[in-house]
């Protein structure tokens, strides 16, 4: 049964959020300094739909500083599955590249729909990823259970019901052989946060936190989670299968 997408008063709201996300990122200076560090992996950040390098730049910044060897995906505006190739060649051969470079699997961390490229590429190179954590990523729901899917048409030149379009989001809600996190938000403005997680799903695991979709990448509490993800710490709001 389809989940629907989130009322419009959530959507209304997600821009006073974005901006207060960004003004408790000023004033998390000290948490975020406290953070676990981290042991030198490889992790690399996808964006989210029309996004680019820059809009993950806090958080990239934010892990290099933790000890991890923190890279962009390097394929500029998220434009959606034609950005990454059509079997995600282009994904695939930028991780490969990390891989090569470093001698370890790579951690991807997906925002949004960059949380379902992820698992897309995971999905057919399980032997390149370390796991996946992705955040407010609907990778487990319908296009119709945000209220993006238009835009995403728009952009990406795909319409969500073609059969190439649900086959790739078929492929990105089928259970990975590396572990994953999906970090979601109840509260989310743009996509159903509950078509964010997957309950029942092997090596999975669900942590919920507070936030709108728009900036999620800047929240404190999502960076810090994800932090505690990275060191396998155990994380409040969360549920695992």
Known sequence: MPLGPPPPIRLLAEWPRAAWSIGTLAVAGSRLRAAPCGDGRPVMILPGLANSDWSNGVMRRFLTDRGYRAFPWGLGRNLGPRAIGEDGERLIERIAAIHAETGNKVTLIGISLGGMMARFVASRRPDLVREVITVSAPFAGSPRDTNVWRAFEWLSGDRIDSARVRDWSAACAAPL?????????????????????????????????????????????????????????????????
């Open 177 to 241: 052989d590396v572990p994953s996190t999906a970090i979601w938000s109840r509260s989310d403005g743009l996509v159903n946060g509950l078509a964010c997680r997957a309950p029942g799903q092997p090596r999975a695991r669900d942590i919920e936190v507070r936030s709108g979709h728009v900036g999620v990448q800047l929240r404190p509490a999502v960076l810090l989670t994800i932090a505690d993800i990275l060191a396998d710490r155990p994380i409040q709001g969360e549920s695992s299968t």
